[in-house]
């Protein structure tokens, strides 16, 4: 029996214990308490612990404590070394040191898929949506925050058995577009030697410049005597184009992928907007004032109605937001998740207003990407701005790598402001949590080199498990509990949405390892426990190598 039907079953006596000692105080089988097992935070309170007395105490009307020592007294368990009743009311659980060698031997079994699980499988389909960028400039580093949380997040939740879908949306319609083409003729006409000044209010980074000698290599002076929508719609499409290909190559290098780009000018040109107003129509939740059409929103928790449709026949943003969401959900998704920048906070009542009024009310959740702050030496960054006055993802890059971008951007709960401290991210030190847990990852596959020139048949014994009820040391426990634990971390940050967990995770599995390797001696003359040790050093590198992979960072053999 493996670690996890392991404990369904000690959850499943324990239940079953609380269930009988219910009807042994007559009281009704209704009331009887589901029993939640977890680790405990310190293992000198044993290795799982339940706080079901305390729930049953407050449902019964009974002493917790009473609860908990009926549940500990009530004969031995399998596996179990010690169970003990802690006032007021927890149940401490001890396993037998053999319990743990289970562990590594599911690890070496199951490889890379270990930690997997079905435990979110119910909430999906689920689709996520992240980035979502105008196409007017490059990426800049809350996109960069977006894109590493929506791509880790993804990751955990297909890792713990939801069934999700990832997209990005193009935002590359209405007066944006035309500024951008207006502001490209302004380098375009300039570079021509027609001095032409930016429109107020126009884009100024110097990205623009490099589209413009595109556009001349391409088409000569064609566009300083085109009429100006002509030439207005030929240059959005170009720097859309450009902008957009350029984008994609930066989250290709930051290694986000998507399964779907949606453009929102799509929706424009395939009558999209207005079926999905019509369907709000339908449904009764549209009224007309002042010549503008809008969405009866304060009926679903916004603060006021909004517009759909302008007086003078343009849908908004939000008519496009409709049509969005409509289509997502028109393909079958149950849940929807927006991740989007600081700025944003407004739009979550009008969205959840929107997907409501389309007949699904609670199934969009929305998460803010929060504000970065870049710091070098206790100084905040003034990083070159090619982009004008931002500072592009790709310069992040370049700078101080894409792993230590990805975990860095990671590293904090996503509602949180973050310091980027760029002179920490490139430190080869144990100050900086990216190399620290790398370099474990590093470590664990430098001791394995060495144990195969020499220990073939130790390393072969070691891949399968053959010694593993060797490991009862302290420093060893110690590391497989945490490993154990790896599969529900991921599953339980995923149902948070906060991938910063796993980040957290990582450092803490290096950590014990590199306690245990200071504490325990891996390549000695006990044959049997080397075996055993470097078991132990297969799995945590696989579980190490699992967890960097869904927060995209790589795991290093050497550094």
Partial sequence: MGYHEQLDALATELDTRLRRLASSWGIHEGQAIEVALGPTRDPNHGDFATAAAMAAAKAWKRDPFEIATALASDGSLQSVAQIQAVRPGFVNITMVPGFWSGVVREVLQRGADYGKSHELESRGPMLVEFVSANPTGPLVVVQGRSSALGATLVAMLRFAGCQTSSETYVNDAGTQLDLLADSLYARYATLLERETPLPVDGYAGEYLIDLAQALVARDGEQWLSAPQDERRAALGRFARDAIVEQQRADLDRFRVHFDRWTSEATLHDSGAIEKAVQELRALGHVYEKEGALWLHSTEFGDDKDRVLIRSDGRPTYLAADAAYHADKLRRGNKYLIDILGPDHHGYIARLSAIVAALGHPGSLEVLLAQHVTFKRGGET???????????????????????????????????????????????????????????????????????????????????????????????????IRRIADFGRTVARAADARAPHRVAEYTHALATDFHGFYTDCVVLGDDEALTSARLSLCIATKTVLASALDLLGVSAPETM
């Fill in 381 to 479: 960054v003034s990083m070159s701005k090619r982009a004008g006055d931002v500072v592009t993802l790709r310069e992040v890059m370049d700078q101080v790598g894409v792993d230590a971008a990805r975990f860095f951007f990671i590293n904090r709960a996503p509602e949180s402001h973050l310091v980027f401290d760029m002179e920490l991210a490139v430190e080869q030190s144990a100050k900086n949590p990216v190399y620290y847990v790398q370099y474990g990852h590093a470590r664990i596959a430098s001791i394995l080199r060495k144990a195969g020139e020499g220990r073939e048949h130790l390393l072969e014994r070691a891949r399968q498990a053959l010694d593993v009820d060797r490991l009862n040391d302290k420093a060893e426990i110690a590391v």
